[in-house]
């Protein structure tokens, strides 16, 4: 017991400028589950480990046909869309008739895409403005921010891959700031995601002041040093103290992070070429390794419990990228008013099928990833994925394409397709996945309930 106690004060390896957390090891268990009986029970699972949420976000809607679900219940079918899912269908579960009413127009004109992105965590319609007086609402992740943002190293993570902005006119008259920023602290306060994946590696395993920590990176930059040097003489001394599967596990651990490392190193080594601005650093050229690399990097935040809260835009609402990968040289928004026509409907699919193929990456990472129970990581998270457009062709708000994924430490009933028959605001399953967290609010958005079938 007394080496138990004294793993979970060191479940932080420290160095200058580094702080390197610890994943959830056999030795640590008992000693972090008091601690968590201790201080709180928000955000934990009934056996006392940390429940994790992430909410990823894609643009322009779907291809219809594909994506929909044949079948309710357990016996269903899943869509063409979810085929790199396929083996993962017992990790996640379909839902059919979430709606955003405040994504619509109510009055406002045009602006579809704007208002899609704003009201997609707040369930709030944004004030039309293209000027700095805009208004949104808090999303639901820094809800739980407040509450449980301190039980963690980081409240929480906003990732992307596309830099938010949140001057200018960006949709028919809405600001640029509800179209690019997922996450509201307040409503007048939009959290831009992170794109570069070397600043949320420091965020994680940095220490100290900012200073500090940029004099840390300078450090090992110029000696190509990694960050685990500067903890080494700890991590073998804990290494010595553990039993066989936990040095098995903390070895894996430790090789996830310097091989996430390498690959930021990787990018920086190769900068994106510009000749008017200066080149991002730590960013891959691929739209793929970019994504893949920021899954890499909320994956180990949530093995490590640095933080319980993330949100993650792969693209931001109304995205124009084109898909060269796929070859495919049209826009997606300019691709997502298809008209019906068939080339063009098969072209959305196969953009649905490559986002599909990065939410399939990340869900088995994190079922890779374990917990000291034996369950996965997975297991004991909620993610939900989808977007507050379900044709892009028709811009509706209703009938949306989401997924939640996770069993949420066994409070959520995957592997199945569940169908309101009817419009059921999106807000609702906020609520119940807020409750989940031991956060009880009355309303939020314009909620109406509870989804009780989750």
């Not at 934990?44 to 994506?67: C, I, K, Q, Y």
């Not at 579809?112 to 293209?130: C, E, I, Y």
């Not at 920590?213 to 960050?227: D, G, N, P, T």
Request: with cysteine; hydrophobic share 35%; proline share 5%.
């Amino acid at each position: 017991m007394a080496n138990q106690h004294k793993f979970h004060r060191r479940n932080f390896l420290r160095g200058a400028g580094a702080c390197l957390a610890l994943p959830a090891l056999e030795a640590l268990a008992p000693a972090a589950r008091a601690a968590t009986v201790q201080h709180s029970t928000l955000a934990t699972t009934a056996s006392g480990l940390p429940l994790r949420t992430a909410f990823l976000m894609v643009p322009d809607g779907v291809n219809v046909e594909h994506w929909r679900p044949q079948g309710v219940g357990v016996d269903y079918q899943l869509g063409k869309t979810f085929a790199p899912l396929s083996d993962l269908k017992d990790k996640f579960q379909v839902f059919t008739g979430f709606e955003h009413k405040n994504a619509t127009a109510l009055g406002d004109g045009g602006g579809d895409h704007a208002r899609a992105n704003a009201a997609f965590l707040t369930g709030v319609h944004p004030f039309k403005t293209a000027g700095a007086n805009f208004r949104n609402g808090i999303s639901v992740d820094q809800i739980a921010a407040q509450k449980i943002g301190h039980l963690t190293r980081l409240k929480s993570l906003q990732l992307g891959c596309e830099k938010g902005r949140s001057t200018g006119d960006c949709d028919t008259g809405y600001s640029c700031a509800y179209q690019f920023n997922l996450s509201w602290a307040s409503p007048t306060l939009p959290l831009a995601p992170e794109v570069n994946p070397r600043a949320v590696f420091e965020q994680i395993f940095g220490a100290g002041a900012p200073a500090e920590r940029q004099r840390s990176l300078l450090e090992r930059q110029a000696r190509r040093r990694s960050i685990l040097d500067l903890v080494n003489e700890q991590t073998k001394a804990m290494s010595s103290r553990l039993g066989g599967n936990d040095r098995h596990k903390l070895d894996e651990y430790l090789d996830s992070v310097r091989t996430i490392e390498q690959q930021i190193e990787q990018a920086e080594r190769f900068p994106l070429p510009t000749a008017t601005v200066e080149a991002p650093t730590g960013i891959p050229k691929s739209y793929q390794d970019h994504m893949r690399l920021m899954f890499d990097l909320l994956a180990i935040s949530f093995q490590t419990d640095s933080t319980r809260l993330a949100t993650f835009p792969l693209a931001h609402e109304g995205s124009n990228r084109s898909f060269p990968e796929l070859d495919i040289s049209e826009g997606h928004h300019h691709l997502s008013h298809h008209k019906n026509k068939p080339d063009t409907l098969e072209k959305i699919a196969k953009i649905d099928h490559f986002y599909m193929q990065q939410l399939a990456y990340f869900l088995r990472r994190l079922e890779e990833l374990k917990d000291p129970d034996g369950s996965s990581v997975l297991d004991n998270s909620m993610i939900v994925y989808g977007c507050a457009i379900g044709d892009g062709n028709r811009h509706n708000h209703n009938d949306l394409p989401i997924v939640i994924a996770g069993g949420g430490g066994g409070t959520l009933t995957p592997d199945r397709h569940v169908d309101f028959g009817r419009d059921v605001p999106m807000t609702n399953l906020y609520l119940s996945m807020l409750d989940r967290m031991g956060i009880r609010l009355d309303r939020f958005g314009d909620s109406t309930g509870r989804v009780k079938d989750l």
